[in-house]
Structure formats: C-alpha cells, structure tokens
C-alpha cells in the first residue's frame, strides 16, 4: 500500500485508507503505513521550535465532519432574576464569607450561624415602639414574625420561578406555607378558589345568595352513572347473557379463551395468598 492510498484529514489529526485487509499480519502493516503517513503529513505543516517542543499549525478547515456521539444539550429557560438581570446588566460578583463585625470587634460569618446580622439582634436590647402599637405587642416577636414572613415569601418565589423555567405551574392552593401570607395569585387560581369557596356550602352553593358584581363559577361536570330502572337493568343482563350463549344475534364470547382467563386468574391469586404451615 502506498501514501497515495492513504486520506488525511489533518484538523482532526485523523487518517484511513480502504484498502482491502486478507489477514491480521496486513492489518498490522497497514495501521503502521497509516500512522506513518499521518506523522510525515503533520510534519509537512507550518511549524514553529520552541524551547520545550515543535509547535505545529492544523488546517482550520476539517476533510469530514465527524458526527456527535450524542445530541446538542436543550437549551435551558432562564428565570424571572436571570431575566431581570440580563435586562439591568446585573452581574454577579462573588464575596468575601467573612466581614468585620463592629459589635464583637472581630471577624464574623456574612450568612449563617453567629453572622453579623444575629450578632447585631443579640446586641440589640431595645426596640421603639412604632406609633399604633399596642402595648401588649412585643416588638421583637413581631420582627421575628416579619422576617419569617419574609423568608417564606422568597421560597414561594424561588419555587415558582423554578417551576415556570421548566414550562408549568404552581397549583391552585400552593402559596408561601402559610394561608394567612398575602400572595399575588393568577387569574387561573383565582377562578378555581372562588368555585371551590361557592361549592363548600351545605347545598352545593344551589341556595345561595351571590354578593353584588359576584359570577357564578363553571362547575366540573362529574362523570356519576346514572341509575337503571328495573326494565333497562334486565334488557342490559339479557343482552350480555346472549353474547355469552350465542343467542343474541351480536358478537359471541369465546367461552373456551374466557374460560382459560378465568382459571389463569384464579391460579394467580392462589399463588399470591401467604402459606401457613
């Protein structure tokens, strides 16, 4: 086999030739002819000698194009901060997990346990009462209670946010983990929370007065099966009682393949039943 039989494609570094192969000693021979071709054609390229080795310069244009092993990754959706941050030009800067607390006068945690900020509530040991308070409100219970609030909000968020990136919706009745929290709701939940609210009533909200400005709500239909009467009850068994005989005039049941499936079943639950010895 010559080089003249041997094809290069030198961006990818790779070489093959179609020669026919009769025996493993050939295709010895050949992968080395190969090899040896495809170094000779690398060292033929424009080349640059450093101290440490020979820099050589591949062709930016590939022979053939090599298929990939498996498809090109979905392009993930962004989410609403990833969205609002492209738009503000927002970028995000990694920092320091340690800060200069002026309350302890030494180095503190920025987030987490003993953080500068629960630092600062311990050291706090007095809060102005705001005007409308009452005096039996505790002030620091009801911070407490804000920043609870407040954290139950960014998870309601951060839940929301991740489950519109991949394409759907929160459920009618999820709100922040709390009922009493006031969340913004979808024109869809608020449908569903005004019918379930005009059905909880004793009469199915049939009876009940609607409030000024106030729409009726669609009601699912259920799929309930309506009662037969004696006459229809009788006529349906006859009529399923003719196709087991043969006497019906419809399709007849094959009672051989039924009666196989009866007895395939039956040894199938005796099976399934516990032995006791």
């Known amino acids: ?32 002819q190969t090899a040896e071709s495809l170094v000779h054609a690398l060292f033929g390229l424009p080349s640059e000698k450093t101290d440490d080795a020979v820099l050589i310069t591949l062709p930016k244009k ?7 092993e498996k498809p090109l990754p979905s392009q993930i959706a962004k989410t609403r901060w990833e969205k609002f941050a492209q738009e503000k030009g927002i970028r995000q800067r990694k920092r320091s997990r340690l800060v200069y607390d002026e309350t302890i006068k030494d180095w503190a945690p920025r987030h987490g346990y ?3 900020k629960q630092n600062e509530d311990k050291m706090e040991w007095a809060l102005e009462a705001k005007p409308g308070d009452a005096d039996k409100d505790d002030p620091f219970e009801k911070r407490r209670l804000q920043k609870t609030l407040v954290t139950q909000k960014q998870k309601y968020r951060e839940l929301r946010n991740k489950m519109e990136a991949a394409g759907q919706k929160l459920p009618t009745g999820v709100s922040g983990g709390d009922s009493n929290i006031p969340m913004k709701k979808s024109k869809a939940e608020v449908k569903e929370q005004l019918r379930r ?19 009726k ?4 239909k259920s799929n309930k099966v309506a009662p037969m009467n004696r006459k229809n009850e009788q006529a349906s068994h006859m009529k399923m009682l003719g196709k087991v005989l043969g006497g019906g005039g419809g399709p007849v049941i094959n009672q051989a393949k039924a009666a196989r499936a009866g007895i395939h079943e039956s040894e199938t639950r005796a099976s399934k039943r516990p032995r006791t010895k």
């Open 217 to 220: 709500a669609h009601k699912k």
């Open 114 to 116: 003993k953080s500068i």
């Open 1 to 32: 086999m010559s080089d003249d039989q041997v094809y290069h494609d030198l961006h990818n570094m790779a070489a093959w030739t179609i020669a026919p192969v009769a025996n493993k000693e050939v295709l010895h021979a050949m992968s080395t």
């Open 197 to 215: 609210g005009q059905s909880s009533t004793a009469s199915h909200g049939r009876h009940d007065s609607l409030a000024k400005n106030e729409v």
């Open 62 to 68: 590939s022979v053939e194009n090599i298929p990939r």
